[in-house]
């Protein structure tokens, strides 16, 4: 079966006036529709560049990216991204925010607004301006207006790098259940069509997560992809995350494997620290 985000052999190299500088080389990685990945390594191993390129922001010099049979070649609101600041139009009220977002593929949709903005805790603070509001609120508005695209879709930047430790947790669940969320709309408005294609269940969105925080990444990912360190940085090593779902951290941190895998996890940073120094 076809994957649904296919990455082949992306590179991305730099003219500086010391000759090319190599950022990402070889980057090769296939992701099935509903996937939840996270890229995890060393700060400046290339991963924002691998996400900048699936974003449309970043030309590749080598190799390209499909998403769902169709090959990228810019922005598109088949991809709704989220930065580690919000970047929230600071002019706009946070309703305006989203409903600009949600004007791009369902104009005049102001329930639909009302409804994302719930989604996230947000409900009755639609009038309010980003200056009014915290970081974490700012980002809850900027997840908000990602989800409202229902891209297939969905890049995350370190989202919450900038947050409080709270906070962060906090947003991580809501991530979480609004994704669950999504696939339960799928289904529901599949049925009312007559149903999904046989043998296929509704899947959630497909998520890409840039992430440095190990335990972040085993909350969240189904696989977690181990970059090496730059230049020319690739994949290393990619870990399967078995928990099942929904998962709660303090079951989380009863398991045995849990313990195992975040040791091989840190063992691969720490080799990767190494072979830099």
Sequence with gaps: MTAFVEIAQLGKTYDTPAGPAVIVRDFTLYVDEGEFVCLLGHSGCGKTTVLSILMGLT???????????????????????????????PWMSVRDNVRLARDRVAPRADRDVESYLASVGLGGQGGRYPRELSAGMQQRAGIARAFAL??????????????DALTRMDLQDELIALWEAQRKTDVRLASHAGGPAPGRAAARRTVLMVTHDVDEAL???????????GPAATIGRIFDVPFPRPRRRDELLGRADYFWLRDSILAFLEEQAHATA
């Design 219 to 229: 909350q969240l990912a189904d696989r977690i992809v181990m970059m090496t360190n």
């Design 150 to 163: 229902e891209p297939r879709l969905l890049l995350l930047d370190e989202p919450f790098s900038l947050l």
């Design 59 to 89: 030309t590749p010099s080598t190799g390209g990216v499909v998403i769902g049979g169709r090959e990228i070649d810019g922005p598109g609101t088949d991809r709704g991204v989220v930065f580690q600041s919000a970047t929230l139009l």
